[in-house]
């Protein structure tokens, strides 16, 4: 599992650029201007880590075909006058090392530019380059994965036993090839399919009779951008116009770039038919984009609400405050860490016009966020929220269970609240989903006992 010294020192110098390129917050930049160094301190880190990567594989996979020593050769060889029969023999393995050589390096170069596709291939529908960029990304996490998986499994049992290896090198690394590629493969299956239909009851406290059974259609982190496009949206969008919906909620990380670049891929949402209203609000990845405010009005020309630090009573602002339930958006938190203009989590906003007799229905796309506004002063019976993607592939699943309050699921909160996490309605980037399902909830809400 060893790292060059050369390779470990590149992804140092990548990391400490980062760190210091963080530090540029703490001075008076405009929003903008922070938001596209937040995009290129993501760059560095992620660079950072694809060059520990990266050397990890070459270590390992740069020898497969290694190029035969001259004593090798001759080594089968009757000696004689005439060369030729060396050459015979060596000629053909240098030309498998060395066309292996390449195509590693053209594969590992193709993993360092997904991300920069995000800058210049943005479109309508996800441009060839821009898809197999972040394709071969998906490649190469079951790589490492698997060849740490074998490295550990041969540890152990070196450790254990004096025997020979079971298997070769060159063995041990064409079962890490069948492994990442099986269940790459799979992944890819998985993400390209429609996502699932999933149905949750929620009970809720004071819930009015007539609202009984009401319907929240959520869909989240849709992504839309390199490899997400017009298509795959435009069938979400029937998925959402089967269900019926009272309500449609997208709870955050709609997109991946500005309103310029995919205008003509997010038309599609135009479309989505629900009885109340359809209702938007930020996630960290709108702020990315440094396009926010342009999307507010973009999206509310596509016929949604933004819920911008507000709130709304359904079914209708004009009926008995008993037969209402207060539905409010906040902006994401990361709006405040980079000082995005007026823009940031203000729970005073969302929160403080509900009336506290009434069901209250938050939409939240960070779990740091739901949390915080359950633990705060204001009634909140429901959290809608998204982001984790339930980890999206294996194993960074792991990482992401440890990081969040919530993971994905329904969880009860203290005595009657609940918070419900999406596992996202497509993904972030890598078109690949291990482990994880995209999914468009239907939530039904039921009154409490």
């Given at each position: ?89 060596t000629q053909p393995d240098l030309k498998k ?87 790459w493969t799979y992944g890819l299956y998985n ?259």
């Amino acid at each position: 599992m060893a790292v060059s010294l050369g390779t470990k020192v590149a992804a140092g110098v990548t990391v400490l650029l980062a760190v210091i390129l963080s530090e540029l917050y703490v001075f008076s930049l405009h929003w903008e201007t922070k938001a596209r160094m937040l995009k290129l301190q993501f760059i560095i880190f992620l660079q950072a880590f694809l060059i520990l990567f990266s050397g990890f594989v070459w270590n390992n996979f740069s020898t497969m075909f290694d190029k035969p020593s001259q004593k090798q050769g001759l080594k089968h060889v009757k000696y004689s006058d005439n060369d030729l029969h060396q050459t015979d023999v060596t000629q053909p393995d240098l030309k498998k090392w060395t066309l292996w050589r390449i195509i590693l390096v053209t594969y590992l170069v193709l993993c360092h530019a997904s991300y920069f596709t995000n800058f210049y291939f943005i479109g309508r529908e996800p441009y060839f380059i821009a898809y197999s960029c972040y394709a071969a990304l998906g490649l190469l996490f079951q790589i490492v994965t698997g060849l740490v998986f074998v490295k550990v499994i041969l540890f152990c049992l070196r450790s254990i036993s004096s025997s020979k290896p079971v298997f070769s090198k060159q063995r041990e690394l064409q079962l890490v090839l069948i492994y990442a590629i099986l269940l790459w493969t799979y992944g890819l299956y998985n993400a390209a399919s429609p996502p699932v239909v999933k149905e949750v009851l929620i009970p809720v406290r004071g819930l009015p009779e007539s609202l009984d059974g009401f319907r929240i259609v959520q869909i989240s982190d849709i992504h839309l951008g390199p490899t997400v496009g017009r298509w795959r949206l435009t069938r979400i969008v029937n998925i959402i116009n089967e269900q019926n919906a009272d309500v449609v909620v997208m709870t955050g990380d709609l997109v991946d770039g500005s309103v310029v670049s995919l205008r003509e891929a997010v038309e599609p949402v135009k479309d989505i038919q629900s009885k109340f209203g359809k209702y938007f609000i930020t996630g960290n990845h709108e702020y990315y984009t440094g396009d926010v405010d342009n999307w507010f009005s973009h999206l509310r020309g596509l016929g949604f609400i933004v819920l911008h630090n507000s709130n709304v009573r359904l079914p209708s602002e004009k009926l008995p405050t008993k037969q209402q339930i207060c539905l409010a958006g906040t902006d994401d938190i990361e709006a405040l860490r980079i000082g995005y203009g007026n823009h940031g989590m203000r729970l005073d906003d969302a929160l403080g016009s509900c009336d506290q007799s009434q069901p209250v229905i938050l939409l939240a796309h960070q779990l740091k966020a739901a949390k915080t506004a359950l633990d705060s002063e204001y009634r909140v019976d429901v959290v809608l929220s998204g982001h984790t993607h339930g980890g999206q592939i294996f194993p960074v699943m792991i990482g992401s269970y440890f990081l969040h309050p919530f993971f994905y699921g329904l969880y009860r909160y203290g005595e009657s609240s609940h918070v419900y996490v999406s596992m996202g309605t497509q993904y972030f980037g890598i078109p690949v989903r291990i482990g994880t399902t995209m999914e468009v909830t239907r939530i039904i809400l039921t009154q409490a006992p």
